[in-house]
């Protein structure tokens, strides 16, 4: 018998209405205001559960344009992903300028107090592939459109302020040997492999890169608890033309954070999503992140006086010598309506700048200028992608292009070229000096020659800096990274060159990583371009430790809990985490939930085999007796409190919890980071000690090898 079309079916007001077919499957026809699906070419589709056949068991009809279609687009969904920084995730937000800059800049935004601009941001990992782990060792993209009044200004950066290369003609083979192995095509996501640290030993320029990426700021514990930098010296210009050199900088106003290595490598399989989950969470519950803008503003007589070149983008320039100058606020308040849509449709420009902002002669940012645009032609299929809603200017556009592939807006009317003499609306736009974008007139003379500045030589200086400027938490962080990374390459020779190279940087850090390693023998130091090498002063503000946040908001406490927890100690530790702006989740034996002490019931959130300690900043184990006798027979639990203490985490316990403490092996060993909760008061004061987010104290206890 053949099967009933819904198309027969009225469409009845109200919600959708369900029938099974002859076959037993579940139809759904619209009705009332429910609309209706259509094939792209708007005809009503009133089944879209049965192919089109000749008979209930016949051939499939060719003719069937709805299943046609539907499998074409489907076959057509995947773009190729970002050749560097495929893993991604954006969202919107907005600029609020203080003050007028009118003397540095004419850029218009940044011309009246008070001025809001619309953003969008797609934060990302660099060598992972789309469906990589967000907790990758890696460099964080920290990309910024501004939809000014006018045109989109992207500042394309970074989570770190200098990179691995000095010239854009390196690019391809630093990538090549960070991504997979091109034979083996694996390993993903991570640097810890024998090609990366080759090119990394056979590159003295990349040295200083090398002890930011081996530092904590290669695993951030969420983007909201990161710095951004445009890494590149550029130019603003007044309206008088009058250039300021200046480096871009976000500074986060939820203060710095991190995750320590062994807590990243188990995230990446608890939650792969850790990073954007974060982030989604924290806007959708209106916690909205904010991270200040901050230039660094010079002169050409500064730029002669500096011990390094301007151009050159694997150096800083020390906040302590060229202050900060906080001028707007960015704060992140919306997530995307649809993924592809927007992050991956996202095109950002190095090129997109806007009058009052110009590039300098610095040769990395001079060959990303090209790249960016022509790659978003082979990610994006055609010259229009500027027509998609995420990168088309909020400005109206007015050119005589037109054409080409997915055209949403050519111009209209007789003229598509300039001059005409059709005149007034119907010759189109013409252009104008009023607001041109005029480029910086700087003189430019030399001989042609591939050649790289005698000013870009010193590769060791700032690396020695960087590193001297750490705690000592930190400056074990980065021995302990490098003698990891250096762990998963075969080649001994490489894992020794890039010693001699830790040898210029510091004696004491060479030693360590080699003593990690059990090296048999100390390389020679590597011969430097530039024989002596600078003691700077060390800046403080290169460390992520000394410049956390004040308090423990934005953060989050994860509590495992069983039948008969203490209700009253939980509601009061609950309040102590609200009152702080921080966010409680709670574990529980199963998600349904828990029964308190006082009969009242605790859903959970997380399954404590799904809700490991490592998804926490810091945790408490609120157990009964019984509770806590059984948690001892899960493994789960005792890794809750075992990882907890091995990430330095601040704990907090019940009496009744002990057993677990015990069964995990880390009872005798309890610091000043485990608090006993027996009152509401004594939640408030854990809640204070987290604020330091860590006790790195206990960190020599926890990590001997
Ligand atoms: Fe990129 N980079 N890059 N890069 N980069 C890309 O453009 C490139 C560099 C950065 O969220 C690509 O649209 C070259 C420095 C971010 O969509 C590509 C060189 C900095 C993003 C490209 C560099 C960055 C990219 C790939 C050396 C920090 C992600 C997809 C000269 C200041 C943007 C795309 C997003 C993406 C080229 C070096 C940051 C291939 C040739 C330095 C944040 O065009």
């Known amino acids: 018998m053949t099967q009933q079309s819904n198309a027969d079916k009225p469409l009845n007001a109200g919600a959708t209405q369900d029938y099974r077919g002859e076959g037993g499957e579940l139809h759904q026809v619209a009705g009332g205001d429910v609309p209706q699906m259509t094939t792209q070419g708007g005809a009503p589709i009133g089944d879209d559960q049965n192919t089109l056949k000749v008979g209930p068991r016949g051939p499939t009809l060719i003719e069937d344009q709805a299943f046609r279609e539907k499998i074409f687009h489907f076959d057509h969904e995947r773009i190729p992903e970002r050749v560097v920084h495929a893993r991604g995730f954006g969202v919107h937000g907005v600029f609020e300028t203080y003050e007028s800059l009118s003397d540095i800049t004419r850029a218009d935004m940044f011309q009246r107090a008070g001025e809001q601009t619309e953003m969008f941001v797609r934060f990302s990992t660099v060598a992972g592939n789309k469906g990589s782990a967000d907790l990758a060792r890696d460099v964080r993209g920290f990309a910024c459109r501004f939809y000014s009044k006018e045109g989109n200004w992207d500042l394309v950066g970074n989570n770190i302020p200098v990179f691995f290369i000095q010239d854009a003609i390196k690019f391809p083979d630093l990538i090549h040997a960070a991504k997979q192995e091109p034979d083996r095509g694996f390993p993903q996501a991570q640097t810890a492999h024998d090609n990366f640290w080759d090119f990394m030993s056979l590159t003295p320029e990349a040295m200083h890169m090398a002890l930011w990426i081996m530092s904590d700021r290669t695993i951030p514990r969420s983007f909201r608890f990161m710095e951004g930098f445009g890494v590149h010296t550029f130019r603003m210009i007044n309206a008088e033309g009058k250039s300021t050199y200046v480096k871009f900088h976000w500074k986060p106003k939820q203060g710095l954070q991190s995750v320590v290595w062994n807590e990243a490598l188990k995230l990446n399989g608890a939650d792969p999503d ?3 989950r974060d982030l989604w969470d924290a806007i959708q519950m209106g916690d909205y992140p904010e991270w200040e803008l901050g230039l660094q503003l010079f002169d050409d007589e500064f730029a002669d006086r500096f011990d390094f070149d301007v151009l050159d983008a694997t ?4 906040e302590e010598e060229v202050p900060i100058r906080v001028v707007g606020k960015m704060t992140l308040n ?6 592809f849509q927007e992050t991956e449709q996202v095109a950002f420009q190095t090129g997109n700048i806007v009058p009052g902002i110009d590039f300098t002669n610095d040769p990395l940012l001079q060959g990303r200028n090209f790249s960016y645009l022509d790659t978003q032609l082979k990610r994006l299929g055609g010259p229009n992608f500027t027509h998609i809603p995420v990168n088309a200017p909020r400005t109206e556009v007015r050119h005589f292009q037109q054409d080409g592939h997915m055209s949403m807006r050519n111009p209209k009317g007789r003229a598509n070229y300039e001059p005409n003499s059709w005149g007034g609306a119907a010759g189109g736009p013409r252009e104008a000096p009023r607001g041109m974008y005029q480029s910086f007139p700087a003189e430019e003379a030399g001989q042609k020659r591939r050649i790289r500045s005698e000013t870009f030589a010193d590769h060791y200086s700032q690396a020695r800096q960087f590193y001297l400027s750490q705690t000592q938490t930190e400056q074990q962080h980065i021995a302990d990274a490098f003698a990891f990374e250096l762990s998963k390459v075969e080649t001994v020779a490489i ?6 190279h830790l040898l210029n940087v510091d004696e004491d850090l060479a030693k360590t990583v080699a003593k ?8 020679a130091p590597a011969e430097a371009a530039m024989p002596t090498r600078m003691d700077l002063k060390t800046s403080p503000k290169l460390s992520i430790i000394l410049n956390g946040p004040e308090s423990f908001k934005g953060r989050k406490v994860g509590v495992l809990v069983t039948d008969g927890v203490d209700a009253a100690l ?4 609950k309040s102590a985490i609200q009152a702080e ?5 709670i574990v529980a034996p199963m998600v349904g939930g828990v029964e308190a002490s006082d009969g009242s019931w605790i859903e959970a959130k997380q399954k404590v085999d799904g809700g490991p300690s490592l998804l926490y900043d810091a945790v408490a184990v609120l157990a009964s007796k019984d509770g806590a006798s059984t948690l001892t027979k899960e493994a789960t639990a005792r890794d809750f409190v075992t990882d907890a203490f091995a990430h330095c985490k601040f704990i907090a316990y019940s009496a009744e919890a002990m057993p677990l403490f015990e069964k995990a092996g880390v009872a005798g060993d309890l610091d000043e980071g485990c608090v006993k909760l027996a009152s509401a008061e004594d939640a408030k004061g854990f809640i204070v000690q987290c604020r330091k987010l860590r006790h790195w104290q206990r960190e020599p206890n926890v990590n001997a090898v």
């Open 274 to 276: 850790f990073h954007r």
């Open 315 to 318: 150096k800083i320039i020390p």
């Open 334 to 339: 919306r997530v995307v309506d649809n993924f």
């Open 495 to 500: 894992r020794a060159r890039i010693v001699s």
């Open 516 to 523: 990690s390693l059990r090296l048999k023998e100390m390389p």
């Open 570 to 573: 939980l509601a009061g530790l």
């Open 581 to 585: 702006g921080a966010m409680m989740e």
